[in-house]
Nanobody, 124 residues
Framework: QLQLVESGGGLVQPGGSLRLSCAAS????????IGWVRQAPGKEREGVSC????????YYADSVKGRFTISRDNAKNTVYLQMNSLKPEDTANYYC?????????????????WGQGTQVTVSS
């Protein structure tokens, strides 16, 4: 079955960097758009970034534009989220999600496939 496994989270100081990975199995990555969604305690889920399956078009939330970069390696069936210039407000549980691009862009409630999440904490 379709499975998504995130890794790469951790504790980092403000201004630091992390790279999250989303390893996919049970399906061919090319056929799906992949997105990253985060949820901080007491807050709603927020779409961070997504990348198209066939066209590799990328999308970013305004809050992360210029700091985060999403990419995919279809040979490894893996999507990455490079996060630079991290801020305390980036602290959240980060989830990898897969679906049609239209569903990812529409919002987290429309997405069918999720990973288990990886915690990112930005603190001094």
């Amino acid at each position: 079955q379709l499975q998504l496994v995130e890794s790469g989270g951790g504790l980092v100081q403000p201004g630091g960097s992390l790279r999250l990975s989303c390893a996919a199995s049970g399906f061919i990555l090319d056929y799906y758009a992949i997105g990253w969604v985060r949820q901080a305690p007491g807050k709603e889920r927020e779409g961070v970034s997504c990348i198209g399956g066939s066209d590799n078009n990328t999308y970013y939330a305004d809050s992360v534009k210029g700091r985060f970069t999403i990419s995919r390696d279809n040979a490894k069936n893996t999507v990455y989220l490079q996060m630079n210039s991290l801020k305390p407000e980036d602290t959240a549980n980060y989830y990898c999600a897969a679906d049609a691009l239209s569903r990812l862009v529409a919002g987290p409630s429309f997405v069918n496939y999720w990973g288990q999440g990886t915690q990112v904490t930005v603190s001094s």
